[in-house]
């Protein structure tokens, strides 16, 4: 069975970038779509991007500019940076993955991130 795990900073200061790690377990990362979702409090999820088994990103377009989705097979690991982050950016941040790229089956528990001074 596949488990996902995120790991990273609970609290980050405006403009500064998130980061997030996702640890794969019973399952490679070499195989599937592999995703970053969030949600805000009080509202629904937001999908963020995937990388493919190919290494290959596809991004939300409105986050587009401020997002890097990558990975390390060695670790079986993928990761999620967010720059110029603001308040806005508060959210539990989830990674996920399955055979579907935006319809993931296996999903983390959620991390808490918040933005502030």
């Known amino acids: 069975q596949v488990q996902l795990q995120e790991s990273g900073p609970g609290l980050v200061k405006p403009s500064q970038t998130l980061s997030l790690t996702c640890t794969v377990s019973?399952?490679?990362?070499?195989?599937?779509?592999w995703s970053w979702i969030r949600q805000p409090p009080g509202k629904g999820l937001e999908w963020i991007g995937y990388?493919?088994?190919?290494?290959?990103?596809y991004y939300s377009p409105s986050l587009k500019s401020r997002t890097s989705i990558s990975r390390d097979t060695s670790k079986n690991q993928f990761t999620l940076q967010l720059s110029s982050v603001t308040p806005e950016d508060t959210a539990v941040y989830y990674c996920?993955?399955?055979?579907?790229?935006?319809?993931?089956?296996?999903w983390g528990k959620g991390t808490l991130v918040t933005v502030t001074s």
């Open positions: 996920a993955g399955g055979p579907r790229a935006t319809l993931p089956e296996d």
């Open positions: 019973g399952g490679s990362i070499t195989t599937n779509y």
């Open positions: 990388i493919a088994v190919s290494g290959r990103t």
